[in-house]
């Protein structure tokens, strides 16, 4: 085990009221009881001065969270049975499935894909202690495709083509009303929501991030599209679907509060394409639809069906 210290900076804004409080709500790191033992232990300062937890801020206030943190020097392989599509010396391309979450972070310390894939194989070491092998990433609740690379020239090789924008990333999205163009794209700049941490917005001075999507069947109050991804920005599909009033089904973030329950998004990376690090062959691989949404799909055909 090893000591470390996580430092964080938030400049108050349009906030007021008690520090605990409003730092809860500025931030995901940490939780309100976890930020209060901070404020108790002298590890969170209010314009450089220690302060009690019921100080009140003010915008232009700045807090720093100076966190005293504990955490293993390696991550631990986990014997997670793996969905694997294809696997070489240099990479693995695997089907994850919903629920799962990529790599560790704060909340989700193991049973992720990265432990799965320790115990599994040697992965890549560039990406960082805790990502290793990660080249891209699709979200915990979001199912499909994801390529990973083996070792550090296979990674570079991936992470090159991702920049360059050479590889395919497609996907199957359900979302809520009916899309009257055939295809469209989405080009709008993605950040860190103003209103909400937690969330991704489009915001002025956001990273370039372009969406294309393409109807495949339209039903009376849904319509099933496949997306394909310019750029891979956190979230980039659901809220660019957000953005011009078709949230993805299920979207428990993005979406309405009357949807169709399932395990999150109804949102599948089925289709991805990259050239192989060493040999240079393009390769193509598609996942199957999760099983909850074939079985949607299929009720839909039933209840919902338009043309």
């Known amino acids: 085990m090893a000591g ?38 002298d590890q969170v300062t209010l314009n450089g001065q220690i302060v009690a937890s019921k100080t ?5 206030d700045v807090i720093v969270v100076a966190a005293q943190t504990v955490q293993t020097t390696e ?30 972070a704060p909340g989700h310390p193991d049973q992720t894909l990265v432990n799965a894939l320790l115990y599994h194989s040697p992965l890549s070491t560039i990406n960082g202690e805790f990502r290793p092998g990660i080249v891209h990433r699709i979200d915990k ?74 109807v495949l069947k339209r039903y009376q109050h849904y319509t099933l599209i496949s997306c394909r991804l310019e750029t891979g920005r956190t979230h980039q599909i659901r809220v660019h679907l957000q953005s011009i009033g078709h949230p993805l089904v299920g979207d428990p973030l993005y979406g309405p509060k009357k949807t169709i329950k399932g395990h999150g998004q109804f949102l599948h990376a089925r289709l991805l394409g990259f050239k192989h690090p060493v040999t240079g062959e393009q390769l193509t691989f598609e996942a199957p639809l999760p099983e909850i949404f074939k079985a949607t799909l299929a009720k839909l055909d039933k209840t919902d069906l338009n043309h």
């Open 75 to 104: 991550l631990v392989p986990e014997d997670i049975p793996l969905d694997i599509v294809y696997e070489d010396a240099d990479v693995i391309v695997v089907n994850k499935p919903q629920g799962m979450v990529v790599h560790p």
């Open 56 to 60: 009140k801020v003010k915008p232009g």
């Open 141 to 214: 609740d979001t199912s499909g495709l994801l390529m990973v690379a083996k070792n550090d020239h296979a990674h570079q090789s991936l992470a090159a083509q991702l920049k360059a924008k050479t590889n395919r990333r497609e996907y199957v999205a359900l979302v809520h009303g009916v899309i009257k163009e055939a295809s469209g794209t989405i080009n709008a700049p993605l950040g860190r929501s103003p209103k909400d941490r937690k969330k991704q917005a489009i915001v002025q001075n956001g990273r370039h991030a372009v969406t294309h999507f393409m």
């Open 4 to 41: 470390a210290t996580t430092e964080q900076q938030f400049t108050i804004t349009d906030e007021t009221g008690r520090l605990d409080k409003v730092l809860a709500g500025i931030q995901t790191i940490w939780t309100r009881s976890q930020l209060d033992k901070l404020i108790k232990t």
